[in-house]
């Protein structure tokens, strides 16, 4: 009877040990399972980010990128600018007007920057397009509408005010902006049946050979005398104001030697 027992015991806990290896076993097949499972994701994000003419969401703020070619010449023909003509730098942000970072941008950071170096004549602030169609359908509708305010001398109204209520981009919203900031509204429709597109997607193609992959990006640099920018630096992502302030300062203090 206890030899049985014995034996009983024995098979008990050998069987409990099989179970044992087997549960460990799963654990750790389903642990590389999920480990796979990550790679795969990962993989694709950065087969997307690496494709060329897909631009993304913007990323995380970065810090300024010391990749500009010392040659790098932007042309800002045609472009909104607002500032004056003999500012010592000029400032192009290419924007999206549904882009939250964008919208985040325009709230925490554009006010100041206006306010103590574009009305203060140390810079000329030059805005282009660049809407990202596939995750923002209506991005490229309001870039249009804001070409169309300008062409009736209206551009920044239309601007802050689309950057104020990203919610309201749909184009009978745009109709009612445009009325609100007393455009002549039969003018303006006609416009945004498609007078606007070209001058829209020139930009992105701009911004595209620009190497621009999302949303706001900026190039600072000095005007020549042909009009066009030489850029020097090149800020990515809804910045907070000092990170501006620390470059057109350094940027300002070497204009003197120019």
Not at 22 to 28: N, Y
Not at 163 to 182: K, M, P, W
């Amino acid at each position: 009877m206890g030899k049985k027992s014995k034996n009983v015991s024995s098979t008990g806990m050998w069987l409990g040990g099989v179970a044992v290896v087997v549960f460990l076993g799963f654990v750790a097949g389903r642990q590389q399972q999920i480990v796979d499972s990550q790679r795969e994701i990962l993989r694709q994000i950065q087969a997307m980010q690496s494709s060329p003419g897909t631009p993304t969401v913007q990323a995380p703020p970065q810090p300024a990128l010391p990749d500009v070619p010392s040659d790098f010449v932007m042309n800002i023909d045609g472009a909104a600018i607002k500032g004056r003509a003999d500012a010592k730098l000029t400032l192009i942000e290419f924007s999206d007007f549904e882009c939250p970072f964008c919208g985040r941008y325009m709230s925490d950071t554009y006010p100041q920057l206006t306010r103590e170096y574009v009305d203060t004549g140390k810079v000329r602030y030059v805005f282009r397009h660049f809407p990202l169609e596939r995750i923002h359908p209506k991005a490229l509708k309001a870039s249009e509408a804001a070409e169309c305010a300008r062409v009736q001398g209206e551009f920044w109204p239309m601007h802050d005010r689309m950057f104020a209520d990203q919610q309201s981009l749909a184009e009978s919203e745009l109709v009612g902006h445009a009325r609100t900031i007393g455009l002549d509204v039969p003018a303006f429709q006609a416009c945004l049946n498609g007078q606007a597109t070209a001058k829209v997607r020139a930009d992105l193609d701009a911004g595209a050979r620009a190497g621009m992959t999302g949303t706001p990006t900026f190039f600072i640099g000095f005007e020549q005398s042909d009009g066009t920018v030489h850029v020097v630096e090149k800020l990515v992502g809804a910045k907070p104001f000092r990170d501006f302030k620390s470059v057109l300062d350094r940027m300002l203090a070497s204009a003197d030697t120019r």
